[in-house]
């Protein structure tokens, strides 16, 4: 019975064959496809680096350029998106919003780690919980998902995390480091510079300026290796850690607080708030990201817990569990309340 009540809702028959009427169902099915080609991607850099074409060297070259050319492409393209009052309201919401996650995640850390792991663990954990991928793996599906708007809050999202993880975060591995040294970190990373670059660009567009259009074309070019070579590197990444790391429970404790309580405690704080969907949605997102590749890269220059480091990182990352989707059928909620009984019927049936 309940599948032909199922079957009667979903459906209907018209002259051209089946169709799905439900606006929740459309946008989870496309949520699942981007799903998919991301999974896809990190699986062609998994292959790539266990067959030895893409050896250590060149992955972290790879990184190189993604981190220093590809990514700042992208972020100063999505300054050339037209801007209204509308998103430049919202990217003040939204760097208001990371301020506060950045805030939530500094309490948190002063409660979720006593009595777990070495001093040298909790310096990861600490670290994990305050800088997370959301730069290096956030941007481009932030970008797969929203488009170029998306990737612009993306970038404002990321301004108060990169201060933190290069400040406070910093200083959890080498407790001696100066102000000034902070400073130089936040404002030579190449991000940082890609959107100064941008916030020149968009002001001088409100007075007629514009790129010509062949750096316009460049900068696509460019910004469209993104999400591919992004999850190339990270599926190189995973190649090099051993299976038996996804057992590890410390990390797999660390997983449920980035990739599900924090998200979760954000998606309840703005459901409410009546913000722009694309703002939720990506603010969402952002913070439901693994950990940074740099907890690994800093336990490294620092004497810290390498191995456990490189185990918080993958474990993270391969239980990531991309929320868009969830923020997505949340919207769906939000403008049309009737996709709610879709989602339930399923749910009972």
Known sequence: MRRHVLFLIFMNISETGFHYRCPAYNGFMQMIELQIEIVLLIAIGYILRKTGMLSLSTRKQLTSIV??????????????????????????????????????????????????????QKTCLKYGLIASNAGFMGMPIAQAVYGEVGLLYASIFLIPMRVAMWSSGLSMFAPGVTPKETAKKVLSHPCIIAIEIGIVLMILEFF??????????????????????????IGAILADVPFKALFDKLALYYSSLRLILMPLLVLAALHFTGLNLTVQGVCVLETAMPAASTTVMLAQNYNGDTEFASRLVFVSTVFFSDYSAAVHLDSDFVEKPESFFFWHVLWRA
């Open 67 to 120: 981190l220093s050319v590809v990514l700042p492409a992208s972020i100063i393209a999505s300054f050339q998106i037209g801007m209204t009052a509308e998103i430049f309201r919202s990217c003040w919401y939204v760097l208001l919003i990371s301020l506060l996650v950045q805030l939530a995640a500094s309490i948190l850390n002063r409660f979720v780690w006593k009595g777990k792991g070495t001093k040298a």
């Open 208 to 233: 007629g300026f514009q790129l010509p259009s062949v750096l316009n074309r460049t900068l696509s070019a460019v910004a469209s290796c993104n999400t591919a070579l992004s999850m190339f590197v």
